[in-house]
């Protein structure tokens, strides 16, 4: 089992920062890949971003690219979305996920790919 924690939402004005993490903890085999998903009130969950255990492939969604950078921590458990240039229509919950994609963006950018879940954070974008 591996049980997530998302932090770092909050409220902040178009144009601006913030920085959400995503701690890993319990027992599990290693090697698993993370992902951001969010989902907007009344859509559905959409892929954010994600990283691979090894941090050597990152993978985005159109929507973020050039605005968000996901990284992980050097002891592999910790999971890290820096976002810039926020929009009002970034506004969602974010969840993080943890799981053993297969290769390839598609893999990683389904929420079917990941079996372990965070509870969310919000985050608000405000014009």
């Known amino acids: 089992q591996v049980q997530l924690v998302e932090s770092g939402g909050g409220l902040v004005q178009a144009g601006g920062s913030l920085r959400l993490s995503c701690a890993a903890s319990?027992?599990?085999?290693?090697?698993?890949?993370m992902a951001w998903f969010r989902q907007a009130p009344g859509k559905e969950r959409d892929f954010v971003a994600a990283?691979?255990?090894?941090?050597?492939?990152?993978y985005y969604a159109d929507s973020v690219k050039g605005r968000f950078t996901i990284s992980r921590g050097n002891a592999k458990n910790i999971m890290y979305l820096q976002m810039n240039s926020l929009k009002p229509e970034d506004t969602a919950v974010y969840y993080c996920?943890?799981?053993?994609?297969?290769?390839?963006?598609?893999?990683?950018?389904?929420?079917?790919?990941?079996?372990?879940w965070g509870q969310g954070t919000q985050v608000t974008v405000s014009s």
């Open positions: 319990g027992r599990t085999r290693s090697n698993y890949a």
């Open positions: 990283i691979t255990w090894t941090g050597g492939s990152t």
């Open positions: 996920a943890a799981g053993w994609p297969s290769s390839g963006y598609y893999y990683f950018s389904v929420a079917h790919s990941y079996g372990y």
